[in-house]
C-alpha cells in the first residue's frame, strides 16, 4: 500500500515533529516548517501529532495510489487535484487505488502537508524519521527530497466521514503578519532606538530563505557587538548580522552561531512566516513569554480534544 512518486515537486520532505536531544551534537531539530498546518493534518484523520507527512513546497508534485486511503490537506493552496477535481486544503479526501493527486503553483502559501491515516511508514533514525537535506538524515534516503519512482508506504485504512478543520483555525496566509518578540538577554547589547526601529518598521522577505532560516530586508538594526562567542541558537531566534538585515531560524538551523541576537518568536509565530513569500511584508511587535505559553496551551488543547 503506497503512493509512488510520479512528478518530484520542487522540495517534497517527509517530516515529523523532530529529532530533539542531539543537538550537542550538532544534529538540527529539522521537522515541519509550519507546525500549525502539520498538527491539523494529523488531527483531521485521528493520527497521532507526530505522524509522519509529506512537507510541499511550492509544489509541482504528482503522487499516484496505488490502494485506498484516507488524506488530510493542510497548510497553503498549492492549486491541488484530486484526479480532474480540484481539492482545498484544510479537509480531509477519500483515495482510491489508482488515483493521483497533483500539487500545482502556489495560490496562497508555500508549504502544503499531506498526511494519511496512520502516517507514512518508514525507518526512524535518531528517534526521528524528519527529513534534513543539510545533514543527508531522514526520510526515505540520507534526508533527500523525493524522486520520481520513490515510494510512500502506508497502512490499510478504512474510509472515514469527511473531516474539515474549523474556520477559525485557518490562517489566511495573504494577510497581514504581525509577529510577536521576545527580547533575549542580548537585546541589551542594541540602543533603545534600534529595538524602537525593529518594532515599528516593515520588512519584507526576501529571495534568500529556505529551511535554514528566513532573511528579511528593510532599516537595518545596529548593534553594539560585531559579534559574539558562538552559542546554541533556537528556533524562531532573531540573528542581526553586520549588515543589520534580521534573520529568523527556522528548522534546519545550525546549532550553534556568532551573530547578536535581540530575541526570538514563537514556534506558532515563525510557523506563519513559513507561509510567506519573497516579497512579502512582515511587522514585528513586542510579546513576551506569558503571551505565547497561553497561545500555546490553547493550541495545544485543541490537538488534544476530540
Known amino acids: 500500500m503506497s503512493f509512488e512518486v510520479i512528478k518530484p515537486g520542487f522540495l517534497a520532505l517527509i517530516q515529523d515533529l523532530g529529532r530533539f536531544g542531539f543537538q550537542h551534537m550538532g544534529v538540527t531539530t529539522g521537522g515541519p ?38 488524506i488530510a490537506l493542510t497548510g497553503a493552496d498549492l492549486n491541488a487535484h484530486l484526479n480532474d477535481k480540484k481539492v482545498h486544503p484544510w479537509r480531509t479526501y477519500q483515495v482510491r487505488k489508482g488515483d493521483t493527486v497533483t500539487f500545482e503553483s502556489p495560490i496562497s502559501g508555500l508549504r502544503s502537508y499531506l ?12 528517534g526521528s524519521v524528519a527529513s534534513v537535506p543539510r545533514e543527508q538524515i531522514g526520510g526515505l534516503t540520507n534526508g533527500e527530497s523525493l524522486k520520481v ?31 510577536g518578540v521576545m ?6 547589547e542594541f540602543p533603545n532606538t ?15 530563505i529556505d529551511r535554514m532560516g528566513y532573511r528579511l530586508t528593510g532599516k537595518p538594526i545596529r548593534c553594539n ?32 552561531g556568532g551573530y547578536p541576537k535581540v530575541g526570538s518568536l514563537s514556534a506558532l509565530d515563525t510557523g506563519q512566516l513559513a507561509q510567506r513569500a519573497p ?26 480534544s476530540r
Not at 168 to 176: E, K, S, V
Not at 183 to 188: I, N, S, T
Not at 194 to 208: A, D, G, H, I, R
Not at 279 to 304: H, P, Q, W, Y
Request: proline share 4%; with cysteine; charged share 20%.
Open 33 to 70: 516548517m509550519d507546525e500549525h498546518a502539520f498538527c491539523w493534518a494529523n488531527r483531521l484523520l485521528g493520527n497521532k501529532l507526530n505522524a509522519p507527512q509529506l512537507e510541499i513546497t511550492f509544489g509541482q508534485l504528482t503522487l499516484k495510489a496505488h490502494d485506498n486511503t484516507c
Open 194 to 208: 534600534e529595538l524602537m526601529t525593529l518594532l515599528s518598521s516593515e520588512y519584507e522577505v526576501s529571495q534568500n
Open 183 to 188: 527580547l533575549g538577554y542580548q537585546a541589551k
Open 149 to 179: 519512482g520513490d515510494r510512500l508506504f502506508f497502512l490499510s485504512s478504512r474510509d472515514l466521514p469527511h473531516g474539515v478543520a474549523p474556520t477559525w483555525a485557518i490562517p489566511d496566509y495573504q494577510a497581514p503578519l504581525e509577529l
Open 225 to 256: 557587538r560585531d559579534g559574539i562567542v558562538s552559542e546554541g541558537i533556537a528556533y524562531g531566534a532573531i540573528q542581526i548580522p553586520q549588515d543589520g538585515q534580521p534573520i529568523v531560524l527556522m528548522k534546519d538551523r545550525q546549532t550553534i
Open 279 to 304: 516579497g512579502s511584508l512582515v511587522r514585528f511587535c513586542m510579546s513576551d513569554i506569558a503571551e505565547a505559553e497561553a497561545k500555546r496551551m490553547l493550541f495545544n488543547k485543541a490537538m488534544t
Open 115 to 126: 498526511a494519511v491515516i496512520g502516517g507514512f511508514q518508514l525507518e526512524a533514525k535518531l
